[in-house]
């Protein structure tokens, strides 16, 4: 099955410096990346995803990119503000079938005022 | 709001004992899955339902097991409950064709 990894478990920044998480998969048959952001005692919620037909994504202040050869992806967060303190999961599945997603284990970002 | 709705909430119970989690997904979403969270790990993937039929299983012990009916809601059994087995447990929906998952706000359990 899939497996994933990702890098660093945890990561403190200081206001408006970047911030990159890294993650890779196994499974090459993933064609799905998505990275969720999970606030304290709060749901997973998805902040942005990219697909494997697709290089490179960005939403404003975040952007994700995927290397498939290598089977790794990033999540970049420029900007960084205090409400970005989270933990962030990545994750590797297949989209289009009902194949379950494979998480991560997680990134404590703390943004230092 | 995600549309997934899960209860209980919170939940406290005893050890040995027997719980039930539910789960409603969102409208049109077929798929549910369940996820486990134990205080700071990852999301551990327990099992999916798609349409009322087991869809794939992961790290699920054999003391717990899920259904799907046919209205698309789904339930969580955990019996024989032990200490280890207090956590967040999650439950999400998703519209296949995209695998986006929508999470519910997660059900915690305290086993005491």
């Known amino acids: 099955g899939e497996n994933v990894e990702q890098h660093p478990s945890t990561l403190s920044v200081q206001e408006g410096d970047s911030a990159v998480i890294k993650c890779t998969y196994s499974d090459s048959a993933s064609n799905y990346f998505p990275w969720y952001k999970q606030e304290l005692g709060k749901r997973p919620q998805l902040i942005i995803d990219?697909?494997?037909?697709?290089g490179e994504k960005k939403d404003q202040r975040i952007a994700v990119t995927l290397n498939k050869t290598a089977k790794h992806f990033s999540l970049h967060i420029t900007e960084t503000q205090p409400e970005d303190s989270a933990v962030y999961f990545c994750a590797a599945g297949f989209s289009g079938s009902a194949r379950q997603l494979t998480f991560g284990s997680g990134t404590q970002l703390t943004v230092l005022p | 709001d995600s549309g997934v709705t899960q209860t209980p909430k919170h939940l406290i119970t005893a050890t040995g004992q027997r719980v039930t989690l539910r789960c409603s997904p969102r409208?049109?979403?077929?798929?549910v899955y369940w996820y486990q969270q134990s205080l700071d790990q990852g999301l551990q993937f327990l099992i999916q339902y798609y349409n009322g039929e087991e869809r794939a299983k992961g790290n699920i012990l054999e003391r717990f097991s899920a259904q799907q009916f046919p209205d698309l809601h789904s339930e969580l059994n955990l019996s024989s409950l032990e200490l280890g087995d207090s956590a967040l447990y999650f439950c999400?929906?998703?519209?296949?064709?995209?695998?986006?998952?929508?999470f519910g706000e997660g059900s915690r359990l305290t086993v005491l």
């Open positions: 409208s049109g979403d077929l798929s």
């Open positions: 999400a929906s998703s519209v296949d064709k995209t695998g986006e998952l929508f």
């Open positions: 990219i697909r494997s037909n697709v």
